[in-house]
């Protein structure tokens, strides 16, 4: 039976497509942002100010960028040498849309991509300064829109084996015209893979946006299920599954983060489904997505995590850096 012999779980920030040296430029673009504070509670820039502790400013020189950017890139590379060295038939990729593909006439809970290919398109009508649209542009292609495989025999049986324990994920075989991947799912393609010709299967979870977003038990139950699902589909084949988003973002909140990763690797699972939604909102909404590759790699130790507290203003705005693997 197949069987999966690999979990991973990865931050998709653009700060890890940026240098360091263009981290202390975000300021530009948190200055003005609207925020959910750590409990979930709208805030300003200025308000979130007020309240950071003083010690956050210590991380905001330039050596303490450029540690914390090198100690981020040898997570991002540590999960690219597991991919490579697992020999994996196919890679499941569990992100989140920000609404790149699904908008409010129509945004699912769960989605299954079953086409045979998936485009990766260059960036497009991006509104914002040089720095952030060469961090942005990272996720995409170049010049010219490419078709990467899907493992579709695998993601049909996948819709099927859910829908047999009780999910109903939208099943989709193709993208609406001069549409891409969504960056969750590209920070993986272009990050992460160490083999372009590796099949993936695409499965979204509408982490971010009210009123549709799965419960943390679900997720949890969801990751469970694509488990079983792999367990039954024939052949011998050995897949992977990737969780791409989070950890705390953006307000790094270090204690969610820590005890995410923690919870993770004692194999808590009623502590994973117990996390407070009020703390799942925003960018932190992703940590979702750990939470169901979790779910699925649950008989996987996992024997390495990392962690770096992803700070970029004096307001603590940012994101929490956080890899972790199973196999």
């Known amino acids: 039976m197949a069987r999966i012999v690999l979990g991973i779980a990865t931050s998709h920030t653009p700060m890890l497509n940026a240098p360091a040296e263009d981290w202390p430029r975000f300021i530009d673009r948190d200055g003005v942002r609207d925020f959910l504070d750590k409990d979930g509670r709208p805030a300003t820039y200025a308000e979130l100010l007020a309240r950071a502790e003083p010690s956050i400013a210590a991380e905001l020189t330039p050596e303490r960028f450029a540690a914390r950017h090198a100690a981020a890139q040898q997570g991002v590379e540590h999960l690219r040498a597991a991919i490579r060295r697992a020999e994996l038939g196919a890679l499941i990729v569990v992100g989140d849309d920000h609404k790149e593909l699904y908008h409010d006439d129509n945004l699912p809970a769960f989605v299954v991509y079953h086409g045979k290919t998936i485009r990766n398109v260059p960036l497009a009508g991006f509104e914002g300064p040089d720095w952030a649209q060469r961090a942005t542009a990272r996720y995409y292609e170049e010049r010219e829109a490419r078709e990467y495989p ?178």
């Open 150 to 327: 899907v493992e579709s025999g695998l993601a049909r049986h996948l819709i099927g084996e859910l829908v047999e324990r009780e999910f109903d994920p939208v099943a989709s075989d193709a993208l609406p015209d001069g549409k891409g991947e969504g960056h969750a799912f590209a920070f993986v393609r272009k990050r992460l893979i160490a083999d372009q010709t590796l099949p993936t299967v695409p499965v979204l979870i509408n982490t971010y946006f009210p009123p549709n977003q799965p419960t943390p038990r679900r997720c949890w139950k969801f990751g469970e299920a694509i488990r079983a699902a792999v367990a039954s589909y024939p052949g011998d084949a050995r897949i992977g599954i990737v969780g791409s988003g989070g950890l705390s973002h953006f307000v790094v909140d270090e204690a969610l983060d820590r005890g995410v990763i923690d919870a993770i690797r004692r194999k808590d699972g009623a502590k994973l489904q117990a996390l407070p939604r009020e703390k799942l909102n925003s960018g932190s909404s992703e940590i979702r997505l750990w939470i169901c590759a979790a779910g699925a790699a649950q008989h996987l130790d996992c024997g390495w995590s990392h962690y770096v507290p992803g700070y970029r203003t004096p307001a603590g705005s940012g994101t929490g850096l956080g890899f972790a693997l199973w196999n």
